[in-house]
C-alpha cells in the first residue's frame, strides 16, 4: 500500500518556500505600514513596532513551551503583528497591541498547531477579542496629522453613515483614496494597499477571486439597499471607507483559512460581502469585515468539501 503525505496549508504549487511566500507578503505591507506612519506619526509606527515584536516573542516561547521546532524566522507572526497593528487606532495605549498580539498568536494560531492549521485569521481574532474587551480604546479616533493622540477627536467615515450625519464636506473619494481620514492605522489609504497586493497579485500568491468578489458585493448591495440621501448607498464610498480594502486584499486571502478552489474562492468572497454589507447598513456596528471574514473562515472546510475535486480510484 502506497504511503500518502499529507502536510498543512499553505499548498501553493511553485518553487517558492512558505518562508519566501510570508516575506513577500511582509514586503506587500509596507507601504500601508508608511501611509500609516505619514498620516498618525510616530505613533503608529511604535505601535506597529511593539506589535511584531511581541508575536515573535509569544510565538517563540510558546513553541518552545510545547518543545516544538522554532519557526519564528518564517515571516508568519511577523505578518500576524503587522496586521493586528493595522486594525487599531492610532490612540490606543502601548499595552493594548500586547494584548491583541497574545490573543492572536495563542488562541488564534498556536492553540491548533501552529501555521497551516489555524481555522480563523490570528490577527482578527486578536481584533475581535480587544473589540469586547475594551470597545472604547477601540473606537477613540483622531484626524490625519493630528499627531497628539489628545487631540480632538474625529469620526471615521462609516461612524459619519452609522450616525446619519451629512458627508459632504467632510470626505472626498479622493481622501479615501489617499488615506487622509480618521480610521485604524492600515485601512485608510486604498492607495498604499493596493500598491501592495499589486506586488503579491504580480507574483501570483494571491488570485482576484475573493478581493473582486468581496469589494464588488459590498459596493453592490449597500447601493441597493442603502438608505436614500446618506452615503450608506455610494458604492465607491462604501468601497473606500472603513477597512473592507484592507479585509479583501490581505486577511481575507489568506492562505491557510480560505477556499482551496477558485469557485470556493468566489463563495467566500461573495459571502463575506454581504455579511459586511449587512452589518454596515443593520449592525449597531459601523463595521463588519473582520466579523465576515471570522465568519466565512469557519465556513472554509464545508465550502472546500463542496468545490474541491476530489481524486477517484478503480
Not at 518556500?17 to 511582509?26: Q, Y
Request: proline share 4%.
Amino acid at each position: 500500500m502506497q504511503n500518502l503525505i499529507v502536510s498543512s496549508a499553505p499548498h501553493i504549487h511553485c518553487r517558492d518556500s512558505t518562508r519566501k511566500v510570508m516575506w513577500s507578503v511582509v514586503v506587500a505591507l509596507i507601504p500601508a505600514g508608511i501611509a500609516a506612519g505619514i498620516f498618525f506619526g510616530i505613533r503608529a509606527l511604535e505601535i506597529i513596532f511593539i506589535s511584531v515584536v511581541f508575536a515573535v516573542v509569544f510565538e517563540f516561547l510558546i513553541q518552545r513551551l510545547r518543545r516544538q521546532e522554532i519557526t519564528v524566522l518564517d515571516g508568519s507572526a511577523v505578518i500576524t503583528g503587522i496586521l493586528l497593528a493595522f486594525t487599531l487606532p492610532p490612540t490606543v495605549p502601548l499595552w493594548l497591541p500586547i494584548v491583541g498580539v497574545f490573543i492572536a498568536i495563542v488562541f488564534g494560531k498556536q492553540i491548533f498547531g501552529g501555521l497551516g492549521n489555524n481555522i480563523f485569521n490570528p490577527a482578527l481574532v486578536g481584533r475581535a477579542f480587544l473589540v469586547a474587551s475594551w470597545p472604547n480604546l477601540m473606537s477613540r479616533w483622531v484626524a490625519p496629522f493630528s499627531y497628539r493622540m489628545d487631540a480632538v477627536t474625529s469620526a471615521t467615515p462609516l461612524a459619519l453613515i452609522k450616525g446619519n450625519e451629512t458627508i459632504s464636506g467632510h470626505f472626498s473619494y479622493w481622501n479615501l483614496f489617499m488615506g487622509n481620514c480618521a480610521g485604524c492605522l492600515g485601512e485608510t489609504s486604498a492607495l498604499a494597499l493596493l500598491l501592495g497586493a499589486g506586488f503579491l497579485f504580480y507574483k501570483r500568491y494571491i488570485t482576484w477571486h475573493i478581493p473582486l468578489t468581496y469589494i464588488l458585493s459590498v459596493g453592490l448591495l449597500t447601493w441597493l439597499l442603502g438608505r436614500e440621501g446618506l452615503f450608506s448607498g455610494d458604492f465607491l464610498y462604501n468601497i473606500l471607507a472603513g477597512g473592507l480594502m484592507l479585509g479583501a486584499l490581505f486577511m481575507a486571502t489568506d492562505m491557510t483559512t480560505t477556499p482551496l478552489a477558485n469557485k470556493g474562492k468566489l463563495i467566500f468572497g461573495l459571502g463575506c460581502g454581504c455579511i459586511t454589507a449587512l452589518i454596515r447598513l443593520k449592525g449597531g456596528y459601523p463595521e463588519g469585515v473582520c466579523y465576515s471574514i471570522l465568519l466565512m473562515n469557519a465556513f472554509t472546510p464545508l465550502i472546500d468539501k463542496l468545490t474541491t475535486n476530489r481524486a477517484h480510484t478503480s
